[in-house]
């Protein structure tokens, strides 16, 4: 894949070592904007919340933001209320360096739960971290985020207004960590376009509802989840036409998908990316469940895995769903190829050829329900011996 | 483990090779009740529910039961209107043999999904089958349901109803099948005691409630799954007072308790047997949620298997469960080591101590909420990486 560009016009990164990762590679990362900026946001929905989580939904809730810190290796979840002392002591000397308010300071974290951060670390590298901002220091933003992430991932969009150009630039880390204890999804993405807050907002639930959160790697939802988005209008493109707007919105939505995916192409262990397709649910709710109850299903995520096209492991996960069914009535297809028919198997001969399909990296899985006409689909990972080892791996 | 005494009076079994299998061996089994019986079942909630799975639902409402033929190899399951007169025809070969109407005979099937029963060696194997009933023929019918259990699963208790003393007999078959698709468990259950229909039912929904419904390996249910139990009045024990019947209720629970302990522990590739406690709860079914969230999780599986007593995986399990909880009113123990305490870790000392406990091959982990006063409780095995071995096999 062909790395973007990434820079973007009034935005400047860095990041340097602070102690919380044990190698002593950058671990503190932080993001600017050179001019005021809003900002929108999407955070676990996990009730145990990490410290930054907490900080970070209450900063954000006016739409102003100019910067976000991030540090990988220390989670600074279940640490209770010290922790939070030490996101808020985090933001406040980001605020004192930059010379900004500290509720436009946005936190975030990645790895270990349960141990305090390295204050002094933190304390002692944000002056060099902001004087060591530059336009192209994103790119050591999206590097200083990444713990056992196989490759960096970024995504960008190029859009114009029709008065102005203008870029949606994404980095994200994904689910691939051995020491921390589970599986944290970062988004940061930024933009030049000038737009309110409002409409940012609705644009980035309607993104994320399409992208992040419909991937599933073990069914697991981080402590740490977020996703933040900040628009510095630097683009000067004045008021957006409806159209603009939407042109927007599918920018966005695209390189949150491109994200998501190659969140799951990193996933812990995984070895395939397999989109789960239903259609014909009774219910949009429907739709989502059985593609999340086959996804999350560990027969069928091993049998991914096997490159085994086993459809009644597909057939029962449908069953045990909840959702309206009627066995006789479903269809499935791996890519093309129609392996079960009114809930009746097609024999040996489509079973070699879906088998076939299934030895590629990435394809679909299509379950049609015939019970209504709502349709919705998960992206999911195999589940590997890879899988195990990282996880049952000890954290130290 | 000693084995108990698998002879019960009344009850004869037999089992022949039929054909399903493919290495020859028994796996047509056959257990009669030479009395007139009494019968209850649990059949599983999948929606999608293999044929001998409908046709056993429909024979036993009635509470008269004379026999159970089961087949290993086969799960007769995705088969349509083929499959259900395949299971009609098997129980129709064993009522003209056995002299027994027709629905008085329960079928029972595990093994592949989707493919059609050999009915030819079914028709061929079902006169031998008869005349091979023995009443030390029960661990026949114990040996041939197996697939891939490493050992026979079988549990009794002695009690007396004051009036008279009587046996209960269970065999179960578990979660370890490579060929088939999915892990199914059947238990059949035999008792001499004379009990009416109606507190036989009561009884095997209390104990099924206690044992096999709390029970997990990977959270997928079968479409085949069953519970059977016979009560042939052999003992001549008269009416059951309340103490007697309470005695019976407790003795039904712990043969159902044994064998789904058994069926965890020989879970696909288990190394670990797990008891998942949530005390505190803010009702009842929170409680189970809470519990079955954290017995379920691929997270907290693997931790396991690791050895590792990573309480972070267990809070964020918790987090997103959805009950009610405070996130530094949570304590969790190890055993009888606290790791965590008000939502903290109890450091490096603690979880040194717990890491010893989960080197055992079987503990408990209990969590309290302090939201309320309900608790409950799921038995659960770890995450292997030879669960992915048997599971990524290919079926042929």
Known sequence: MEQPDLQIRGFVGAAVPSGQKKDGEPDLALLFSEREAVGAGVFTTNKVKAAPVL??????????????????????????????ADAIKTADLASKALGVPIEEILVASTGVIGAPLNMTG??????????????????????????????????????????????????????GMIMPNMATMLA???????????????????????????????GDTSTNDMVLVLANGA???????????????DGLGKVMEDLARMIVEDGEGATKTVEIRVKG??????????????????????????EDPNWGRIMAALGRSGITMVENEVDIWID??????????????AEKQASER?????????????QGMFEDSMLTSDLTHEYVTINADYRT
Request: charged fraction near 20%; hydrophobic fraction near 40%.
């Open 55 to 84: 900080l970070s939904e209450a900063h954000i809730q006016d739409g102003k933001v100019r910067a976000i810190v991030a540090n990988s290796g220390n989670a600074n979840a279940c640490t209770g209320d010290a922790g939070l």
């Open 122 to 175: 933190i304390n002692k590298a944000l002056p060099n971290l902001v004087s060591a901002l530059t336009p192209d220091g994103i790119d050591d933003v999206a590097r200083a985020m990444m713990t056992t992430d196989s490759f960096q991932k970024v995504s960008r969009f190029n859009g114009n207004t029709g008065t102005a150009p203008y870029s949606i630039l994404g980095i994200a880390k994904g689910a």
């Open 188 to 218: 940061f993405i930024v933009t030049d376009l000038s737009i309110d807050r409002d409409p940012l907002r609705q644009g980035v639930l309607n993104a994320v509802g399409k992208s992040f959160n419909r991937i599933t790697v073990d």
């Open 235 to 249: 683009a000067q493109n004045g008021s957006l036409s409806p159209e603009a707007y939407n042109e927007f919105v």
């Open 281 to 306: 649910a009774f219910t949009g709710d429907e739709a989502l469940i059985a593609a999340k109850t086959v996804a999350n299903s560990n027969l069928v995520k091993t049998a991914l895995y096997g």
């Open 336 to 349: 093309d190829v129609k392996i079960v028919s009114g809930g009746l198997g097609k024999g040996a001969t």
């Open 358 to 370: 299934m030895k590629e990296r990435s394809y679909s899985i299509t379950i049609e329900l015939h």
